[in-house]
């Protein structure tokens, strides 16, 4: 069972950046997709970006030409560098990965098998 363990959260202003990173305890080369997701109180938990085995990615509206995901199977890692932040993007942000490429694409974070336990994102002046 692969572990996956989240850094990098934390207050930063409006307009500033933040890099989530993402360390797997084991390999991350036969996973299907790799994503970011983010949650708030109430609300249900949304996909943010998501890289394929092939390296192809996806981001949500919100989040376009803001955002970049990475994935780097030969250290095990996946990151996000979030940019120009706004306080909408306050979250908890969720590491998460596929077991396998079947459901490669779904936004849906059932078809998703393996979760870190999330880094808070406070974005406010």
């Known amino acids: 069972q692969v572990q996956l363990v989240e850094s990098g959260g934390g207050l930063v202003q409006p307009g500033g950046s933040l890099r989530l990173s993402c360390a797997a305890s084991?390999?991350?080369?036969?996973?299907?997709?790799m994503g970011w997701f983010r949650q708030v109180p109430g609300k249900q938990r949304e996909l943010v970006a998501a890289i394929n085995r092939a390296g192809s990615t996806n981001y949500a509206y919100s989040v376009k030409g803001r955002f970049t995901i990475s994935r780097d199977n030969a250290k095990n890692t996946l990151n996000l560098q979030m940019n120009a932040l706004k306080p909408e993007d306050t979250a908890v942000y969720y590491c998460?990965?596929?077991?396998?490429?079947?459901?490669?694409?779904?936004?849906?974070?059932?078809?998703?098998?393996?979760w870190g336990q999330g880094t808070q994102v406070t974005v406010s002046s």
């Open positions: 084991g390999s991350i080369f036969g996973f299907g997709d």
């Open positions: 998460s990965a596929q077991n396998s490429g079947l459901y490669s694409g779904s936004p849906d974070p059932r078809k998703y098998d393996y």
